[in-house]
């Protein structure tokens, strides 16, 4: 109830301009983050290990797709353009979208689908416990409903690192594997752009600085029980936040937006 007494209010306080473009730019960055992976997720339906495990998956894709939804609503009030959250998914070039590298990266092997997911998880868990006290009721609200899924899709993911680095050889050169690509990309999750430098300074959204440590800690328990090392002084990757993908992002949207690119405004 809270949740939608909560969307369907008027946006409130009443913002500048200055800060209404900020939470426009910062909530839309939101919401590409759980679109593309909701729908990186979506691609391991009828091709995951056990029946369970693909079902774990597809959940997970549509709870990161409800959050994607709220976001996206979110920042088509904010923007008063009278766009719609489906405008906003899909009728955007990939220059346009800021969501972490990380989440685009391919589904790769399951090792390499558990690790992006632990790497995303753990920030996106802890995040969204700090992001329920912003003075933003929107923001607020929305962290409040997601954190209970977050919960249990960190959960997930810790027991599937934990079960593959402390399992048999061949999981352990999968897992360590993945780990030494994917790694690279965790750091922007936490790399503030200058959005979000202005959101953290006006006290609307997480200091990440302050976050880091929680993060550092929990992966240290993970990674102790699963007997794997925690990677040192690994240059962060950086750039989709500020629109600057790899190539994976296009071959992403080819797919994603070609329904409503061919047929606009279609309904069914």
Known sequence: MLMQATLNAAVAPAYSPEVRQLLFDYVLQLADTSLLL?????????????????LALANIALDLLGETRSLYQYAAE??????????????????????????EQPNGDFAHTVVR??????????FLQQLQTSPNEHLAAIAEKSVKEAAYHL????EWIIRLGDGTEESRQRIDKAISKLWRYAGELTTPTPTEKALQDLGLIPNYTALQPTLDAYVAQVFAEATLPVPQQIAVQLGGKQGRHSEHLGYILAELQYMQRTYPGMQW
């Open 117 to 126: 997911q632990f790497l995303f998880d753990n920030f996106h868990y802890h």
């Open 78 to 103: 904010l923007e008063g353009r009278r766009r719609t959250e489906d405008d906003l998914a899909f009728l955007r070039v990939a220059t346009d979208y800021r969501n972490p590298l990380l989440v």
């Open 38 to 54: 909701g729908h990186r997720l979506s691609e391991w339906c009828g091709h995951g290990p056990i029946l369970e495990q693909d």
């Open 155 to 158: 959960k997930w993911s810790a």
